[in-house]
């Protein structure tokens, strides 16, 4: 990348002592305002709160304006000047709109999310946002819920590669206008494990789960200079993770040494009632803030009762003033005393630019996924006379956008309609039939069009049909117990299906979905996810094959939903699915289903490409390797196709034998590679033997000696094979 990343946590002696000089002057009221965020609905005085300092942080602001109308209120009619930090849910870009992250991690490429993130703070700090909600970094192992959206899938290395990029962009320091955002990962901790993926749900896991798979991508994040943290609204083994003294000081405090803000998400304390955890909003603020938060979102507890709680020496106010510092040194460092207001003019000459439009077509190009093309029926012929488009999203403008979408508009949305247009010659017919709605809303199929829709594909050479979920069927809230195609889709699939002509599925969608019909009847499935602004542009250049799909899935596709949660860092298992089993009560016992397949029907890290590759020659440099040592594994890479293409190489490592049992496989790397045809290149994977630990019985992170098995490969289901030995010394 080239561009240079603001690390918020670089101690500062001049910020800590004019910290300390503005803290000494302020009052307790004044304090806890400095702990408070709120929204325009928390209160009708808002303004008035703001001038008497007890507001300390706004969020979900609509532009430079109206972010300038209140930091002048903060900084010209309050007593002490104090400017807002203004946040907002900045999740996949601002105005240019990118993939869900989701698909941005499908590219497997960190250097180009940095890019987008920077890109999207560019385009939020010229509207006076400093501090961004974003990167989600939770692992997601279960596609039923429908933030899966918003993180980079089920794996804890790609998790962490991908949270290190979000923050370097997030918090570039050459943004426009000399403005700074900071980054705030969530959810603190362990969100996307909620029971049977409903959101907001119960979260039940042991520690050493948490160590070794939930809290990685946080320390990653912390470590490229993340100074803010959200915490979550799950509770974790009883306790809710907004008032839970093991997640907010044992960890990250007293473990990690980590001295940044720790804001709750929306309303989370308030819920500690819901919970049970509470009886009341006093109780809540006394739990929570006594636990390690240092800021209420959308406060309704700390603001009415932390003061009363210091009076009521239940509350040290040498702990309001520990958390008022590091909201204060985040200001300073934020540089919101020196330039509190915004441009307005920015706006235009930064928003939506033609380079930021360039770059989401790049991501969505790169973050699609080829999942199936029987008989390389992709990349569509150039000598095709007539396409048949057809499905609800074809010529939409609006769910490809995909949740959390900011300021994106349905105007800025090129949809698979525009994009094939804009690159078919003038002579080739599209003849578009939407077929049926996203969604049944009607409770029947009075409103869609099979006839139509069949009609078409019969006076076609191929069909086109582009179907999946709206952009509010995934994301926060939206749960889904059935991850079949929505409303009457399926069914239009099957009559098209039932022409007899060549069909493509282009899926666009915030999840894995449950597809067992359409993947044995359907000969080409590209996942497109919710592409953003230029969807429909990167579709049609894979389709016609102008770009070859490189992406890579992040997350294990189901057969059916009786398999979740289904993930390939699963544990072996006394009798594991792929043994022989123990003979018991004449009959054969093993770990699988009897009535479902034990795999996944897409497995992590697998795509396709228009051509091929062959693996060859695995060598491991040394087979014995001591604990301060590197592993080093080698293989060899050859495009066996007749054109170019990217492969993403993977390595992955089992630990044989340890005190606590080890997932069959855990990824350890992954290069990208190009190459010609004929091409062939050696891959060379450096493992750190430090990394290959784990939480033993004690929770010490440890590394074993013992045996280890690697393999180089093109997804978690298949690769070369080799063995090797970590000694004492």
């Known amino acids: 990348m080239n561009f240079i990343s603001y690390d918020f946590n670089t101690a500062s002696p001049e910020i800590d002592a004019r910290v300390e000089a503005l803290l000494s002057r302020m009052t307790l009221a004044e304090k806890v305002g400095q702990l408070v965020q709120a929204n325009l609905r928390w209160r009708d005085d808002l303004d008035d709160q703001i001038r008497q300092g007890r507001v300390g942080s706004l969020l979900s602001l609509n532009g430079a304006e109206q972010i300038n109308?209140?930091?002048?209120?903060?900084?010209?009619?309050?007593?002490?000047?104090?400017?807002?930090?203004?946040?907002?849910?900045?999740?996949?870009?601002?105005?240019?709109?990118?993939?869900?992250?989701?698909?941005?991690?499908?590219?497997?490429?960190?250097?180009?999310?940095?890019q987008a993130a920077r890109v999207a703070a560019m385009e939020a700090c010229v509207e006076g946002i400093d501090w961004i909600f974003a990167p989600m970094v939770d692992i997601a192992r279960d596609p039923r819920w429908g933030r899966i959206a918003e993180g980079a899938g089920e794996d804890v290395f790609l998790g962490c590669a991908m949270a290190r990029a979000l923050v370097v962009g997030f918090q570039a320091a050459d943004l426009p206008g000399g403005r700074r955002i900071v980054a705030c990962p969530k959810h603190y901790a362990a969100y996307g494990a909620a029971e049977a993926g409903k959101d907001y749900n119960t979260v039940d896991i042991s520690e050493r789960t948490l160590r070794d798979t939930y809290l990685p991508p946080f320390k990653a994040a912390f470590d490229a200079g993340a100074a803010t943290v959200m915490s979550a609204f799950n509770e974790i083994a009883g306790v809710p993770a907004s008032a839970n003294p093991f997640l907010l000081k044992t960890i990250l405090r007293e473990t990690w040494g980590w001295e940044g803000v720790v804001l709750s998400d929306f309303d989370a304390l308030g819920e500690l009632l819901h919970h049970g955890f509470a009886a009341d909003h006093r109780e809540a603020a006394l739990r929570s803030f006594n636990a390690g938060v240092d800021m209420?979102?959308?406060?309704?507890?700390?603001?009415?009762?932390?003061?009363?709680?210091?009076?009521?020496?239940?509350?040290?106010?040498?702990?309001?003033?520990?958390?008022?510092?590091?909201?204060?040194?985040l200001k300073f460092a934020l540089g919101l005393f020196e330039q509190p207001y915004t441009d307005p003019a920015l706006a235009a000459q930064v928003q939506l630019t033609d380079e930021h439009r360039e770059m989401a077509l790049e991501v969505a190009q790169k973050s699609m996924v080829l999942l199936k093309n029987e008989g390389n029926l992709l990349p569509l012929g150039t000598d095709l006379r007539t396409i048949a488009l057809i499905g609800p999203l074809a010529d939409d403008h609006h769910n490809p956008l995909g949740c959390w979408h900011a300021r994106g508009r349905d105007a800025d949305v090129e949809s698979v309609l525009d994009g094939l247009r804009a690159v078919l010659p003038e002579e080739a017919v599209l003849l578009h039939v939407p077929g049926c709605a996203i969604e049944d809303t009607t409770g029947g199929s009075a409103g869609a069009d099979f006839d139509a829709a069949v009609s078409a594909a019969l006076a076609a050479d191929v069909a086109v049909l582009v179907l999946g979920e709206a952009e509010m069927q995934s994301g926060e809230a939206h749960s889904r117990?059935?991850?079949?195609?929505?409303?009457?889709?399926?069914?239009?699939?099957?009559a098209v299906v039932a022409t007899g002509k060549p069909v493509v599925v282009v899926l666009m969608a915030g999840r894995p979905l449950v597809l067992p019909w359409m993947v044995e009847h359907v000969p080409a499935i590209l996942m497109a996810w919710h592409g953003g602004i230029r969807a429909g542009r990167a579709i049609a250049d894979i389709l016609l094959g102008a770009v070859a799909p490189s992406g890579r899935l992040v997350v294990s596709f189901p057969r059916s939903e009786g398999q979740i949660p289904i993930y390939y860092g699963h544990k072996s298992t006394g009798r594991p699915a792929d043994s022989e089993g123990v003979i018991q009560f004449d009959r054969r016992h093993r770990s699988v289903y009897l009535d479902e397949a034990s795999t996944p029907q897409f497995p992590f890290g697998y795509g396709l490409s228009y051509t091929t590759f062959a693996y060859s020659d695995l060598q491991i440099e040394a087979s014995e390797v001591t604990l301060d040592g590197v592993v080093v594994v080698s293989a060899e890479v050859a495009n066996t196709g007749d054109?170019?293409?990217?492969?993403?190489?993977?390595?992955?490592?089992?630990?044989?034998?340890?005190?606590?049992?080890?997932?069959?496989?855990e990824l350890k790397g992954f290069q990208q590679l190009t190459l010609a045809p004929g091409e062939r290149r050696r891959v060379r994977f450096e493992i750190p033997v430090?990394?290959?630990g784990f939480h033993n019985l004690e929770l010490r992170y440890v590394v074993e000696p013992g045996d280890f098995r690697v393999w180089i490969g093109p997804n978690a289901a298949e690769g070369l094979q080799g063995e090797f030995v970590v000694k004492d010394s």
């Not at 807002?84 to 698909?103: C, E, S």
């Not at 117990?481 to 099957?494: K, M, R, V």
């Open 69 to 114: 109308r209140f930091q002048r209120l903060a900084v010209e009619e309050s007593r002490l000047g104090i400017p807002l930090i203004i946040g907002f849910d900045v999740i996949h870009g601002f105005r240019t709109v990118f993939p869900i992250p989701i698909a941005e991690a499908c590219t497997w490429d960190p250097n180009l999310v940095s």
């Open 296 to 329: 209420d979102m959308m406060g309704n507890a700390f603001p009415y009762h932390l003061a009363n709680l210091v009076r009521e020496d239940l509350v040290e106010e040498a702990q309001i003033d520990s958390a008022v510092r590091r909201v204060l040194r």
């Open 481 to 494: 117990a059935h991850l079949g195609l929505p409303g009457w889709q399926q069914d239009l699939l099957e």
């Open 643 to 665: 054109r170019a293409g990217v492969e993403t190489v993977q390595c992955y490592v089992r630990d044989l034998v340890g005190n606590v049992t080890r997932p069959v496989k």
């Open 690 to 692: 430090r990394s290959l």
